[in-house]
């Protein structure tokens, strides 16, 4: 479910150039800032690690923010606080950030496939199916909300439709792994055509799957659900064992 989020990236990339044309901090001080101003608090909460100690840098950035940061920075610290307390599943407050970032910059891609994937975890599938497409609608090389969409409309049952987003998400090329996983699970959970669904698989697993993506193959509540006879299959298991063990020694090395 993960992205690369642009936007994170600009933002941090204007606060490095910001500290070093207005002279705030020496490059030594940068890997040891104290949250005193709004520029360190954007930064530390950007680089931790703890989504708690993010919520806290954020919510004292978001206090000495100023008219002149402009609010595009504020809807982005918004988007950020809003990921962390998803991360915590407090998603009351995350949709709350959510809402507030698109409030103030409804051009914010990313704000609506966050949001979406807020809503993806509540089942609320038609909200999500909503922000999802509005992302797409603001970036239409938006590749996760692709892939996001189309595992969504499984869950409604609309395969064509979620064919259509992974074939989408795979020919405009930054999340393939998932992708191609995903077109598995359609092949299975669509057609029962056991083939098709292994050859997408491999291709897949040759490209890498994160330890959660691998556990989610066998979780009734994400890819296990759609594929729980096919995982259990000698052929299966076989492709997950290749794969897994050859990504654990390649890491090893």
């Known amino acids: 479910m993960k992205k690369e989020n642009y936007f ?52 004292k950035a978001l206090l000495l923010w100023k008219d002149v940061y402009g609010i595009k920075i504020k809807s982005g610290i918004y988007v950020n606080r809003g990921s962390a307390y998803q991360n915590l599943k407090q998603y009351d407050k995350a949709i709350s950030d959510y809402n507030k970032a698109i409030e103030l910059n409804p051009a914010d891609a990313d ?38 969409r189309g595992i969504t409309y499984l869950w409604l049952g609309k395969c064509k439709k979620a064919k259509s987003d992974f074939d989408k998400a795979i020919e405009i090329g930054k999340d393939k792994p998932p992708s191609y996983g995903n077109l598995g699970i359609y092949w299975w959970y669509c057609n029962k055509n056991k083939n098709k669904s292994l050859y997408y698989f491999e291709k897949a697993f040759q490209q890498g799957f994160s330890s959660q993506e691998w556990n989610n193959l066998y979780d009734k509540t994400s890819a296990g659900h759609f594929i729980k006879d096919l995982n259990q299959t000698p052929e299966f298991k076989k492709l997950v064992k290749k794969y897994k063990n050859k990504q654990t020694s390649n890491q090893g090395e």
């Open 8 to 59: 994170k990236i600009i933002l941090t990339s204007l606060i490095f150039a910001l500290f070093i044309q207005i002279n705030l901090f020496s490059q030594s001080e940068i890997t040891s800032l104290s949250c005193y101003n709004f520029y360190s608090c954007v930064y530390k909460g950007y680089y931790s690690k703890d989504p708690q100690t993010q919520i806290e840098y954020y919510s």
């Open 111 to 148: 704000a609506y496939y966050d949001r979406g994937l807020v809503y993806y975890h509540l089942k609320q599938y038609n909200r999500a199916i909503d922000d999802y497409s509005k992302a797409i609608e603001l970036n239409p090389n938006f590749a996760y909300a692709y892939n996001n």
